[in-house]
């Protein structure tokens, strides 16, 4: 059985949209609780699907009802979308530390957005960032267009991205499938967007002089006429 249920916290882990295999995980983890055979990272699992899954309130369930196991937070507050609608390029905007957490609608249907997915503890994305602030030809155009995005309901990182690089735009999605063609396995990956279209992308980041990846941003940047 717990063969099974860490190949299911493996799935929902990657793929929190996929809620049958978060309700498969739930009944498995409710049949090793009544067998006694759950632990502290059984427990961590399942609220981590619970919060890909963004089902909050059972998150929090089980942080009450296991108060002395180590659990990410969540914030205190979540604001959801009207009725609970999952709509185009829904996202979350997380303030006041990481506490709340409200549902907006990006506006990426209209203009030129450049969107990167990514984990809030990626090293090669905060490279990415430092880089592209740090040059002044395309600081001030990323600052305009650009903005940063993660299925990973990781408020407080998020507040903290948003405090270190000076960015206004840094969201949690509400699901990768509000953003088709997308891609959160990997970290960055770098979107070019016209009218709610891709028209460019690429993925990684490469930290030498002779990376292609300054080629490849300014390629983008090139595709959105900016």
């Given amino acids: 059985m717990r063969d099974i249920y860490g190949a ?3 799935v929902t882990f990657l793929a929190g949209d996929e809620l049958r295999y978060v309700d498969f995980q ?13 632990g502290e990272s059984e427990v961590r699992d399942m609220f981590l699907a619970f919060v890909g899954a963004r089902r909050f309130e059972e998150a929090r369930g089980l942080r009450s009802r296991y108060p002395s196991f180590k659990l990410p937070s969540i914030p205190d507050t979540v604001v959801p979308a009207p009725l609970g609608e999952h709509r185009p390029w829904g996202a979350y905007a997380i303030s006041d530390e990481g506490r709340r957490a409200e549902a907006v609608t ?3 249907g209209k203009g030129p957005h450049i969107v990167v ?3 809030t503890g990626c090293s090669v994305t905060e ?13 001030d155009r990323f600052r305009q267009n650009g903005m940063l995005l993660t299925t990973r ?4 990182g998020v507040e903290k ?5 000076g960015l206004r735009d840094v969201y949690v999605a509400e699901r990768a499938g509000g953003f088709p063609g997308i891609g959160f396995l990997s970290s960055p990956g770098f979107y ?15 930290r030498r002089p002779e990376s292609s990846s300054r080629a490849r941003l300014q390629k983008g940047f090139e595709a959105l006429g900016l």
């Fill in 26 to 38: 739930q009944r498995v983890f409710t049949e090793m609780v009544r067998r006694r055979i759950m």
């Fill in 106 to 108: 990006l506006p990426l």
């Fill in 8 to 10: 299911l916290a493996r």
């Fill in 161 to 165: 991205w948003k405090t270190r690089f």
């Fill in 117 to 119: 997915a990514m984990w």
């Fill in 153 to 156: 309901f990781d408020a407080v």
């Fill in 127 to 139: 490279h990415a960032i430092e880089d592209i602030l740090g040059d002044p030809e395309v600081s």
């Fill in 192 to 206: 070019f967007l016209q009218d709610g279209k891709i028209v460019y992308e690429f993925k990684g980041w490469g």
